[in-house]
């Protein structure tokens, strides 16, 4: 049984990494030095990492079970795939700005669909 409550979290908690990537991009970009691998990149990367596929499996379970409005699991898979590459992508500054973006405002865009959709389920229960 799907727990819908926990994956409206995980929603809000991928919502605060996807910003969270965009400001460490932004101050990376700005020093224009890379941060450490071992001791910054892979800790946030890999936490990242783990809640995309905790996300990605429990929203892809629950799509199964119901229709989503305009959602598809195909969108569900690229946007945590997304989520993952911008987690390690925001620590440095060489990376394609417009890329960069592009992948942000992508995620950002189908997360807070998902967010809504969720709120709407939740309130018809």
Not at 99 to 118: A, C, G, M, P
Request: charged letters at 30%; proline letters at 2%; glycine letters at 2%.
């Amino acid at each position: 049984m799907i727990n819908k409550n926990y994956a409206k979290e995980l929603t809000q908690k991928l919502i605060q990494f996807n910003e969270q990537a965009d400001v460490i991009y932004e101050e990376v970009r700005a020093a224009g030095k890379e941060k450490d691998f071992y001791s910054e990149v892979k800790p946030f990367a890999d936490e990242v990492h783990t809640a995309c596929s905790e996300w990605k499996d429990s929203m892809k379970e629950w799509m199964g079970m119901e229709s989503f409005t305009h959602l598809f699991p195909l969108q569900i898979e690229q946007t945590a795939n997304n989520l993952s590459d911008v987690a390690v992508q925001a620590f440095f500054p060489k990376t394609s700005y417009k890329r960069f973006k592009s992948h942000i405002q992508s995620v950002r865009y189908i997360l807070h669909n998902v967010r809504d959709e969720i709120d709407r389920k939740l309130a018809n229960v």
